[in-house]
């Protein structure tokens, strides 16, 4: 009789060997990047590991293969796939392992909506066909936080807030105040059990994608989805524009610096890359191991892992 353990490990096995195979048969590639470099992912809300040598400097592991995997793509890889391990210096918990396995894919001349789609093909790939429901940022906040993201004020987010007892409302910037009502006003209310495709975030949250205009405000071509409280994925119509990437890297170090953070090194390689030319593409992140949680109705992330991450 086999073990529970060996159970575990070979459905792990099996999950992996299916998510390339759904690569495969779209014939995109799959890439392997080295993790540590000299310069970091510059993110307000993401802080990375780092380690360092006295041969080789200051390196960071990263928290996605993206900077990677679109200097590839800037030199004609092709549409390319990776899938394996990402850090994230943030605490450990039932959700979230501050080392996890990420499947991350690019697809070249694919529409925003088309890369969305895709992307719950991916999902339900391992958590079964679900209801699909797609709501925009704007729509959801109306609907569920009763306030409207883009045109409300800085004092109108703080009231809407104050019912979450403790946080410093006063002192909150629009995006914190976004971010806070998201997680405890909007996202609770999306249903447990269909896959919700949550897109058009606000312009100042884009990140890395590019930015459109959609109701008469300026958005963010990004998505997330949702299943069963988790959120799923991230994804973007990718930004190709090496002046406007290095202008929001500096407001987010900046964003940083006030937030008393580490100030990381702008990755000047992957900005080069994009002078050089990043084709039309869409790319899109996916925790694996939090589809293995819904596959196996695991209610902690590390009864789907090998070893769980050790607290010390």
């Known amino acids: ?29 799959e ?16 802080d990375l590991f780092s ?41 450990a918990g039932a959700r979230h392992s501050p080392e996890f396995l990420l499947a991350e894919w690019y697809r070249i001349g694919i529409s925003f909506s088309e890369m969305m789609d895709e992307t719950i093909e991916f999902a339900e790939r391992f958590i079964g066909e679900r209801q699909r429901r797609f709501v925009s940022y704007r729509d959801a906040f109306i ?10 004020s800085l004092q109108q987010l703080q009231d809407a807030c104050t019912a979450f007892e403790g946080y410093p409302v006063k002192t909150s910037s629009r995006d914190d105040l976004l971010n806070l009502l998201l997680a405890i006003k909007v996202e609770p209310s999306f249903d447990p059990k269909a896959i919700t495709v949550l897109y058009h975030y606000p312009a100042s949250q884009a990140a890395l994608a590019r930015q459109t205009t959609d109701n008469g405000q300026k958005v963010a071509e990004r998505f997330e989805i949702y299943c069963e409280g988790l ?13 406007e990437q290095r202008a929001r890297f500096s407001a987010d170090n900046a964003h940083r610096q006030a937030q008393g953070k580490e100030m990381y090194p702008i990755d000047d390689a ?43």
């Not at 009789?1 to 590639?29: C, D, G, H, N, Y």
């Not at 939090?290 to 892992?305: C, F, N």
């Open 31 to 46: 890439v392997d990047c080295l993790a540590l470099s000299p310069k970091a992912s510059v993110d307000v809300n993401i």
């Open 51 to 91: 380690t360092s040598s006295l041969i080789h400097g200051q390196r960071f592991l990263f928290s996605s293969p993206e900077f990677p995997m679109k200097r590839l793509l800037s030199e004609g890889s092709g549409e390319i796939f990776y899938l394996g391990h990402v850090w994230r210096h943030e605490e």
């Open 1 to 29: 009789m086999e073990s529970p353990l060996r159970t575990k490990l070979s459905r792990r096995a099996e999950a992996i060997a299916s998510a390339r195979f759904f690569f495969a048969e779209r014939s995109i590639v």
């Open 231 to 243: 959120e799923l994925a991230n994804g973007y119509h990718e930004l190709a524009d090496p002046h």
């Open 143 to 152: 609907t569920h936080a009763k306030i409207d993201p883009f045109t409300s």
């Open 270 to 312: 992957f900005l080069s890359a994009l002078e050089r030319g990043l084709p039309d593409c869409c790319g899109v992140a996916v925790g694996f191991d939090r589809l293995l949680m819904i596959r196996e109705s695991a209610t902690s992330i590390a009864d789907v892992m090998p070893i769980a991450w050790e607290i010390s």
